[in-house]
């Protein structure tokens, strides 16, 4: 079955410093990968999508200067979330298109991010 | 731009009641993608349900949803709710594969005995 392995799944950081996260498809290979932030009042949003070999898609309040991603091969993706302050807190999310499927997402379970 | 307008904040049930979560959407393309996940606590969203289907009835684990194009429509239901349904639902739209779907803002279901 589709997995998607996220690490870490925890992480602290002070205000100002960054942190990368990683996301790891584990048996399929994944078309597109995107990424999304779970504020603490539960809400989702669309960070980016990445697509291999074409360019990442950043959603408006997004960009590439603070959420640079890295997507070299099928099944690994990275975010770093750099200078991160305490809007950047929240649950990080990583969700796998699998190819030649449909358009539904896998997501793994997630970064949490706490900004001190 | 695509967006998702869902039930919101809470909706609390007694079991065994019927489950009705309302999702519509906006979108200016013909042929959207809807989606049902479900979030545990602690869990990570998990796919419930999906359609492109207009007006034809997709079902899993007692759940069951149709897509409307007519009224932009998707909405989540159940016969009989349980206590394990208690969870956060999220409504999602997609259209292609250039698009990553698009949440709504979720709703949480909590089912009391």
């Known amino acids: 079955g589709a997995l998607v392995y996220q690490y870490p799944r925890r992480t602290i950081c002070k205000s100002g410093t960054s942190m990368r996260m990683e996301c790891q498809a584990v048996?399929?290979?994944?078309?597109?990968v995107a990424w999304y932030r779970q504020s603490p009042q539960k809400t989702f949003e669309l960070i980016a999508l990445?697509?291999?070999?074409?360019?990442?898609?950043?959603e408006q309040n997004f960009t590439q200067e603070k959420f640079p991603i890295s997507h070299p091969n099928l099944s690994f993706s990275s975010m770093t979330v750099l200078n991160a302050y305490l809007e950047d807190r929240g649950l990080y999310l990583c969700?796998?298109?699998?190819?030649?499927?449909?358009?539904?997402?896998?997501f793994g379970p997630g970064t949490r991010l706490t900004v001190l | 731009g695509d967006s998702v307008t869902q039930t919101e904040g809470l909706v609390t049930l007694t079991e065994g009641l019927p489950v009705m979560l309302n999702c519509t959407y906006q979108?200016?393309?013909?042929?959207?993608?809807l989606f049902w996940y479900v979030q545990h606590l602690n869990e990570s969203p998990r796919l419930l349900l999906k359609?492109?289907?207009?007006?034809k009835r997709t079902e899993h684990q007692g759940f069951h949803a149709t897509l409307h194009k007519s009224s932009s429509s998707f909405h989540l239901q159940k016969s009989s709710a349980q206590l394990s349904d208690s969870a956060l639902y999220y409504c999602?739209?997609?259209?292609?594969?250039?698009?990553?779907?698009?949440f709504g803002a979720g709703t949480k279901l909590s089912v009391k005995p």
């Open positions: 969700g796998a298109r699998v190819s030649l499927g449909g358009l539904e997402q896998y």
């Open positions: 048996g399929f290979q994944a078309t597109s």
């Open positions: 990445s697509t291999v070999n074409s360019a990442i898609k950043y």
């Open positions: 979108t200016i393309y013909s042929n959207p993608f």
């Open positions: 359609s492109f289907t207009d007006n």
């Open positions: 999602a739209l997609s259209h292609n594969n250039n698009n990553a779907p698009r």
